[in-house]
């Protein structure tokens, strides 16, 4: 079983600032298989990356995916107010087929 | 503009059979480049996966809750279902159904680009 660990699980930042939060794998993913996701409060996640690093329609480029292997990043390069959600990193790969991390808190310091 | 929209009751007995349906809209749940899935998240906690179809009926399981879980789909209804028996208190979550891109060998995919805003069941009695 992969299991995805995010770290860290709270980011206290201020508006302007730049976020770097990790996912790391128990296992080697393909990076066809790795996405990124937004959650506020009393909403359904919303696709941010796809395939490690490719941006889902309409998300601005201020959100950037990267790494391979057990290695994977989001960067969110100057926060604006509306960034401070939960973020969840999602592979595909052996059972379970599909997983999630255990999310990164970014709120406002 | 495509949309999916859970349905079924917020409360469940438990030891019962939690029963939910996810209807889509805005595009057809026969197309082979997507499968159908039901993802959880308790009160205050991360996300689930449950399991997926495809059109055909394929279905593809979390281990964790396979013995429990049935998903299914009806084509000409354009839904897909979601029936996980024995609920215990454990149970109780935000239901998701979303879709989950497929596509070419090499290319970027098993990821959720829609998702519908989800249900809350609780298992109590």
């Known amino acids: 079983e992969i299991v995805l660990t995010q770290s860290p699980g709270t980011l206290s930042l201020s508006p302007g600032e730049r976020a770097t939060l990790s996912c790391r794998a128990s296992q080697s993913v393909s990076s066809s298989y790795l996405a990124w996701y937004q959650q506020k409060p009393g909403q359904a996640p919303r696709l941010l990356i796809y395939g490690a690093s490719s941006r889902a329609t309409g998300i601005p480029d201020r959100f950037s995916g990267s790494g391979s292997g057990t290695d994977f990043t989001l960067t969110i390069s100057r926060l604006e107010p509306e960034d401070f959600a939960v973020y969840y990193c999602q592979q595909y790969g052996s059972s379970p087929l599909l997983t999630f991390g255990g999310g990164t808190k970014v709120e406002i310091k | 503009q495509l949309q999916l929209q859970e349905s079924g009751p917020g409360l469940v007995k438990p030891s019962e059979t939690l029963s939910l349906t996810c209807t889509v809209s805005g595009g057809s749940i026969s197309s082979s480049s997507y499968y159908w899935g039901w993802i959880r998240q308790p009160p205050g906690k991360g996300l689930e996966w449950i399991g997926s179809i495809y059109y055909s009926g394929s279905t593809y399981y979390n281990p964790s809750l396979k013995s429990r879980v049935t998903i299914s789909v009806d084509t000409s209804k354009n839904q897909f279902s979601l029936k996980l028996s024995s609920v215990t208190a454990a149970d109780t979550a935000v239901y998701y159904c979303?879709?989950?891109?497929?596509?070419?060998?090499?290319?970027?995919?098993?990821?959720?680009?829609?998702w519908g805003q989800g249900t809350l069941v609780t298992v109590s009695s």
């Open positions: 979303a879709r989950l891109r497929d596509g070419v060998d090499g290319a970027a995919k098993y990821y959720f680009d829609y």
